[in-house]
C-alpha cells in the first residue's frame, strides 16, 4: 500500500513506540524516521524541504511541542507558536508535494475544559480547553480544522487522533516538564533509594483520570493509516476510571515504595473527573487493553535502565 512512509518527532516519546509498529505493518516498506536534527520543522520551508527530499507518499507527523502544566504555564506563547506552525506547514506540504495520506496525533487536553466525561469526540467544539495548557491545545485543535478543510477543497487525505493521558518507555522524566505519571515514578523512584519515609502528594487524591499506556496507542497507529479516510476524530484510550489517589497508591507499590503517602489538601484538585468515551474506537474493532499496573511496571524499569544508560531526559 505504502512505499515509503516518514515518521516525523521519530525520536521523541510517541515515536519510539509508533516507528517499530510501522515497519512491522509493513516491512518491505521504507521507513524515513526523522527527527529535529534532520529537519527543523520550525523553519520557513523545512517542511517543504522535508517532503521533496523523503518523497513518501505516507507520513506520520509525531513532531511537537509538549510538556506538563508546570511548563504549559510558563511558556504558552512557545507551545501555540512551535505547534502551529509545524502542524500548518507540515500537512500543507504534505499536500502540495502529493503525499497520498496523513496521519497526526492532537491531545485530550484540546476538549472543553467543562466537557462532561466520558468526554466523545462530538464535545470538542463545545467550548474553550483549560486555560493552563490554552497555547498548546488551541493549537493542535487547529489540526482538525485544516484536515477538514483540505479534505473539503483539495481531497487530501489526513487523519487527526486523540490519545488520551498516555504514559509508557521513552517519555519525559523532566520533573517541570513531565506529566503526572512519569513525575510521580521518578519521585517514587528517587524516594525509596535515598531512604525517605514520606512524600508528599498534592490535593485530595479524589479526581479520576484515564491513562493509556503509549504501546497501546502505537498498536493502533498502523489499522488507522491503512483503513481510516476520515477527518472525523477518534479517541484513543483505555476508557477506565481511576482515582489520583489509586494511582499514587498504585505507583508506590509498583516502585516498590515503603513509605507514607501524605495528601496536601491545600493544593488544587483540578478537573475533578476526565474520561474519554472510547466507543467509536471500540465500533472501529480496537482497544488499548494493557492494565494500569502492568503498563506502570513496564514503565518504572525502563525508567531505571534509561536512567543508568543516561537515555533518558531528567
Known amino acids: 500500500m505504502f512505499k515509503r512512509i516518514l515518521v516525523t518527532g521519530a525520536t521523541g516519546f510517541m ?11 509493513w516491512p518491505e516498506a521504507e521507513l524515513v524516521a526523522v527527527g529535529r536534527k534532520d529537519y527543523d520543522l520550525l523553519q520557513p520551508g523545512e517542511p517543504d524541504r522535508m517532503i521533496r527530499d523523503v518523497q513518501p507518499d505516507a507520513v506520520v507527523h509525531l513532531a511537537a511541542k509538549s510538556g506538563g502544566i508546570i511548563t504549559n504555564k510558563k511558556r504558552p506563547a512557545d507551545f501555540f507558536y512551535e505547534n502551529l506552525v509545524m502542524n500548518t506547514h507540515t500537512l500543507h506540504a504534505a499536500f502540495q508535494n502529493g503525499v497520498k ?6 491531545g485530550g487536553c484540546s476538549y472543553p475544559s467543562k466537557a462532561i466525561s466520558p468526554i466523545g469526540e462530538d464535545q470538542m467544539w463545545n467550548g474553550y480547553p483549560q486555560i493552563e495548557s490554552a ?15 483540505y479534505r473539503v477543497q483539495h481531497g487530501f487525505n489526513s487523519v487527526v487522533l486523540i490519545p488520551g493521558n498516555v504514559y509508557g518507555e ?4 523532566n520533573l ?7 513525575a510521580l515514578l521518578r519521585k517514587y523512584i528517587e524516594a ?20 493509556v499506556y503509549a504501546g497501546d496507542v502505537a498498536a493502533t497507529i498502523p489499522w488507522f493509516l491503512k483503513n481510516y479516510d476520515s477527518s472525523d476524530p477518534v479517541n484513543i484510550s483505555s476508557g477506565t476510571r481511576i482515582t489520583i489517589r489509586e494511582l499514587t497508591e498504585s505507583i508506590a507499590e509498583v516502585t516498590g515504595f515503603q513509605g507514607r503517602i501524605a495528601w496536601d489538601a491545600t493544593k488544587p484538585d483540578g478537573q475533578m473527573d476526565k474520561i474519554f468515551d472510547v466507543r467509536r474506537l471500540h465500533e472501529l474493532g480496537l482497544s488499548c487493553p494493557t492494565p494500569l499496573k502492568e503498563g506502570l511496571a513496564r514503565t518504572a524499569d525502563w525508567f531505571r535502565s534509561a536512567r543508568q544508560e543516561g537515555t533518558v531526559r531528567l
Open 170 to 173: 521513552w517519555d519525559n522524566f
Open 176 to 182: 517541570e516538564e513531565s506529566h503526572v505519571i512519569p
Open 15 to 25: 515515536g519510539h513506540h509508533i516507528a517499530p509498529r510501522l515497519k512491522e505493518a
Open 192 to 211: 525509596g533509594e535515598q531512604g525517605k519515609n514520606e512524600v508528599m502528594a498534592y490535593g485530595s487524591g479524589r479526581p479520576t483520570r484515564d491513562f
Open 135 to 149: 497555547g498548546y491545545s488551541v493549537a493542535k485543535k487547529m489540526l482538525l480544522v485544516q484536515s477538514w478543510a
Open 101 to 106: 495520506k496523513l496521519l497526526t496525533l492532537m
